[in-house]
């Protein structure tokens, strides 16, 4: 199932799992967290990332 991540360029199924579980789950909150704070909390919850 593609959620509303992966729809954005360069986004792909795992990225999205991965941001869903930083408790970014739309493009909304995506855009508001911006790449960097949402990579940060990628690396939080999983420091091997």
Not at 16 to 28: P, S
Request: net charge negative.
């Amino acid at each position: 199932m593609v959620g509303e991540l992966s729809k954005l360029p360069n986004i792909g199924p795992k990225l999205e799992a991965q941001l869903a579980g930083a408790g970014i789950a739309t493009e909304e909150e995506f855009r508001r967290a911006g790449s960097r704070e949402a990579w940060l909390r990628i690396l939080e919850r999983d420091p091997s990332a």
